[in-house]
């Protein structure tokens, strides 16, 4: 099985500072990696995946993560953050596509 | 593609009452997934599709939890003698049979049980 860990439950940043939401994963095969989005009362929004190659995988919005698989980790960041980008972020872990673990998710604050 | 639909989006019940959702996948998607969704934690999986077979349960989805999935196309979620702890929020997602490019999520159905 596998599990995700976001350390973080909240992080408060100020618009245009950059932004780093921490992902730690634990599983004993190799997994998949995704980040999704969740706005107030929506569904979960896919920001970005790893599934092989280059470790620094970009995606919508300006977001990017590295996959480290020494630190089994799978960090976000965004280098400039708008108050749009309020909201819930989850790392997610999946070793065949058939289910997906999520972590609790970090809520991302931008104050202006 | 309009995305994947679920309705309702909010339901109110009493406890011990019986509550359907549904959900419409993208169309050209044969899998179709369930979750659960807490308040202040990540969506937990409760089942998955593959057209019309389900493939997978978790320990989550007690006897009181049913998913069908006839002909492949829309799902439906039914809970019978609803608990207050079965209040969540209800996310249906679809993907095509490989699952790589992620899953499409749809607004997901809250119920509330008074």
């Known amino acids: 099985a596998q599990s995700v860990t976001q350390l973080d439950s909240q992080v408060p940043v100020f618009e245009e500072a950059p932004v780093e939401l921490r992902c730690n994963y634990s599983?004993?095969?190799?997994?998949?990696l995704f980040w999704y989005v969740q706005y107030p009362n929506q569904g979960l929004q896919l920001l970005l995946k790893y599934l092989s190659g280059s470790t620094l995988v970009k995606g919508i919005n300006g977001f990017e993560a590295e996959f480290n698989k020494s630190q089994t980790s799978f960090h976000l960041r965004k280098p400039s953050v708008h108050i749009s980008d309020t909201a819930e972020y989850f790392c997610a872990v999946s070793g065949n596509f058939n289910k997906f673990y999520f972590g609790s998710g970090t809520k991302l604050n931008v104050k202006p | 593609d309009t995305g994947v639909s679920q309705d309702p989006r909010h339901k109110i019940t009493k406890r011990g009452q019986n509550v359907t959702f549904r959900c419409d996948p993208i169309?050209?998607?044969?899998?179709l997934y369930w979750y659960r969704q807490t308040l202040g934690q990540g969506p937990e999986f409760l089942t998955y599709f593959q057209n019309e077979a389900q493939l997978e349960k978790s320990r989550l989805l007690s006897d009181r939890f049913s998913a069908e999935r006839p002909k492949g196309s829309f799902s439906t979620l039914e809970i019978q003698r609803t608990e207050q702890g079965d209040s969540a929020m209800y996310l249906c997602?679809?993907?095509?049979?490989?699952?790589?490019?992620?899953?499409?999520f749809g607004s997901g159905t809250r119920l509330t049980v008074v």
């Open positions: 997602a679809s993907s095509r049979e490989e699952g790589a490019g992620g899953y499409t």
């Open positions: 169309s050209e998607h044969n899998r």
């Open positions: 599983s004993s095969v190799s997994v998949y």
